[in-house]
């Protein structure tokens, strides 16, 4: 049948749905929209009845509307400034189609003007854009007529979107999002942070130049899974995860960012390049359309191009509705191997005579290789690393260039990242290990022209955790339920003083616990080396014993004075390192599950000894930052631990251990110390919510508190309790294509 046969056989067609009166020419002046159209709508003439359906074409999946293989028609009075916005594909997917043609045709009179053609093979949706303005106030016939190449008799296609609309409503409208994300990206390598090279000129001159940018931001953790856990939910990850890393999900009892803005009725859509970030671990939750290519390590190899090949379609189709628009792109990280690199030189560092290329890093990363030249070869991996963060400026700029001005002025541009990238500054590669401000001080600039001052600065400190009560307020949204971050807006707008507090990472991946607290340009890192860990594979024992050699137990660095945390201060300052260990353990106490033994006030010379026997086994135990002097010794029911005072100059330290599962309570406790002098000193033992031990067996119930109890300021002290779960159950189950993607990023073996 021809493209004329099918446009004249569409009005005598028997049986043809006329959904709704008003199909005489008197009609809606907003158009339609066909996801609608499942129940009536004004205008539409369909060849059946539409059903939903959840439809994924070439890992792309949306929320689209199934109709007959047929030509289908709007008629009505075109509203001013409208916009149609069409996507389709075959559904199910055929073998024997080779492509989808969609025509476009409007009627006005006797006149018919074919006013735009788009085509698609299987691998992607066919989308289309067309600018109705010319027909605003007439009266017209629009007629979508579909072609299926290679297999005709194709039962059915999927519409999504399909929609005209009125683009002079978007004003009035709630302001959109459009949230970039830049997997990998360390701040102190943008134009915008003060970099020598202009590694970013997009993002200088359309976000920093016309927006705020935060100063000094922190990731609440070093790598993806972790860290996206927190700006999608507004919790700090440690909450929510539990169990091995391949488990890492957001439960789902925990609403999400995307699903705040769907219940408010935005379009929703998240174009994830990273493909750790899947339905099974709850990432697809909220948003209507979704794309994660698939986990194999070909995906590594996917650009900037690729996710603006499918989110830009969706930005021209839903721009002028209020939207929630999530873009993840996956340079720079590793492989380092931008199209721009010329014969695998970078133009930052064309000289290189060495034989490293970017697709090594990860040698590196894991000990199979070792660099020849350590300065020229730093110099040619971090030019590589400078080229992906310049080939995805511009793919960010292509995107930015999409927004009309109208929609511009009412849209909230976010930038950030998940994590930085760790270029041997301390000895490691890539990210995930370590807590330097490498790995977890990311970019974050706010661009709203009609709320926030271009060209602001926010000086202070703030979290990604920050960014799901932000963006609710911003759409007058409620927070999320237990959000812990903050409303940055009045910050950012410049109507208050954003607050001096804490902000908080871990690392949360292979090996035992290490954390950060930055407070004031001050920051202590922890790590509890001294944990019973037992490597899985060759890759963690490498990482294991690297992270022994390079980091100490505790960490104090002066970042005003010292930003690249090569001096530390813990000996020197050691009242400060006590009081930020302190506000440390109020943020491990909600991440970490079961028993805790934790004792302070320890002096040089003193020891204390603790006998436990527990009501249950526990099913395991784990170091809270003990010293390699300090003992432990867990049998069945029967827990001995010993510590030792830290040498003069370190400070009270707090230290101990966390036994996994509640342990039922306590039947029996025997608390010793004794000093240099060998006398015995005495022990404060206080219980769940600070309640002093007088002897005795302890009932499960004393032992629950809502947050850890206070040590007294002086003297040594023992504290014994437990917190309740922030999230019921145990570990979630465990999703087969998120454990391959984790091995396809070298996450996992």
């Known amino acids: 049948m021809t493209w004329s046969e099918r446009r004249g056989w569409l009005p005598g067609l028997a049986g043809l749905a006329l959904l709704a009166a008003g199909c005489d020419g008197a009609s809606s002046p907003r158009g339609f929209d066909l996801a609608a159209a499942v129940q009536s709508q004004a205008g539409l003439e369909l060849p059946g009845q539409p059903t939903r359906a959840t439809v994924e074409v070439a890992d ?242 996917l650009h900037a191009d690729a996710a603006n090949a499918r989110a830009i379609p969706w930005l021209r189709a839903h721009q002028h509705r209020p939207f929630f628009l999530y873009l993840h792109y996956m340079d720079p990280h590793d492989p380092y191997d931008s199209p721009e690199l010329v014969d695998g030189r970078s133009p930052f560092y064309p000289g290189y005579r060495g034989r490293f290329a970017g697709g090594w890093v990860h040698g590196l990363y894991t000990g199979r290789l070792q660099l020849d030249d350590q300065v020229d070869d730093l110099a040619h991996l971090t030019a590589l690393y400078d080229s992906e963060i310049h080939y995805v400026d511009r793919a960010l700029g292509e995107v930015l260039g999409e927004l009309a001005p109208e929609v511009a002025a009412n849209t909230l541009i976010v930038l950030t990242s998940d994590h930085g990238e760790e270029l041997y500054e301390h ?47 911003a759409i007058g949204a409620p ?154 010794h867990v049998a069945g029911r029967k827990v001995t631990l010993r510590l030792v005072g830290e040498q003069a100059g370190v400070g009270q330290a707090e230290k101990g251990l966390w036994l996994e599962g509640e342990g039922g309570g306590v039947e029996s406790l025997v608390v010793r110390t004794h000093g240099g002098d060998g006398e015995a000193a005495p022990v404060a033992v206080l219980l769940g919510e600070g309640t002093p031990w007088r002897g005795g067996p302890v009932e499960a119930a004393r032992l629950l508190a809502s947050s850890r109890p206070q040590a007294p300021e002086t003297g040594v002290a023992l504290r014994l309790w437990t917190r309740p779960a922030a999230v019921a159950g145990g570990a979630p189950a465990i999703d087969a294509e998120v454990v391959e993607s984790l091995k396809a990023l070298g996450y996992l073996q």
């Open 60 to 301: 792309e999946r949306r929320e689209a509307v199934l109709l007959p293989n047929a030509p289908w028609a709007w008629r009505g009075r075109v509203p001013p400034r409208a916009r149609l916005s069409l996507g389709a594909q075959v559904w199910p997917a055929d073998p024997a189609v080779t492509e989808l043609e969609i025509r476009v045709e409007v009627t006005a009179g006797r006149d018919t003007e074919v006013v735009e053609v788009g085509r698609a093979r299987l691998d992607r949706w066919a989308d289309l854009a067309v600018d109705l303005d010319r027909w605003a106030g007439r009266e017209v016939t629009l007629t979508v007529l579909p072609e299926v190449l290679g297999n005709p008799a194709t039962a059915s296609l999927a519409w999504s979107p399909a929609f005209l609309e009125s683009r002079s409503e978007a004003a009035i409208r709630q302001p959109n999002v459009l949230f970039i994300l830049v997997d990998t990206l360390r701040a102190d390598h943008l134009t915008p942070y003060g970099y020598g090279r202009d590694t970013s000129p997009h993002i200088a001159s359309l976000l920093a130049e016309r927006g705020v940018v935060a100063e000094r931001a922190y990731a609440q953790a070093p790598w993806t899974v972790a860290s996206a856990v927190s700006y999608m939910t507004g919790r700090y990850p440690g909450e929510l995860l539990y169990g091995p890393m391949d488990g890492y999900a957001i439960p789902a009892e925990t609403p999400t960012l995307a699903e705040t803005f769907a219940a408010r009725g935005y379009d929703t859509a998240a174009f994830y390049a990273n493909y750790v970030l899947r339905d099974g671990n709850g990432f697809g939750r909220g948003f209507a359309t979704r794309w994660v290519p698939p986990a194999t390590p070909d995906s590594n190899f």
């Open 427 to 473: 000895g490691g590669w890539k990210h995930g290990q370590t807590l330097y401000e490498e790995q977890i001080r990311v970019p974050l600039i706010f661009r709203w022209d009609r709320r926030l001052p271009a060209g602001r600065r926010l000086a202070g400190a703030v979290e990604l955790v920050d960014l799901a009560p932000t963006l609710a307020a």
């Open 479 to 632: 927070p999320l339920p237990e959000a812990r971050g903050m409303d940055l807006l009045p910050a950012l707008a410049g109507e208050q003083e954003l607050p001096r507090r804490p902000v908080f990472a871990q690392h949360l991946a292979s090996g035992p616990l290490r954390s950060a607290l930055v407070l004031a340009g001050k920051k202590l890192i922890l790590f509890s080396h001294a944990d019973p860990f037992s490597p899985a594979n060759w890759q963690f024992e490498h990482l294991w014993r690297l992270d022994l050699s390079r980091l100490a137990r505790r960490e104090l660095y002066d970042l005003d004075a010292d930003p690249g945390e090569k001096a530390n201060q813990v000996a020197s300052r050691p009242a400060v390192a006590t009081a930020l260990e302190g506000l440390t353990g109020s943020y491990l106490d909600r991440s970490l599950r079961g028993l805790r033994l934790v004792a302070s006030g320890l002096g040089p010379g003193q020891a204390l000894t603790v006998e436990l026997s527990l009501a249950q086994e526990p099913a395991g135990w784990h170091a809270y930052f003990l010293a390699n002097e300090d003992r432990v």
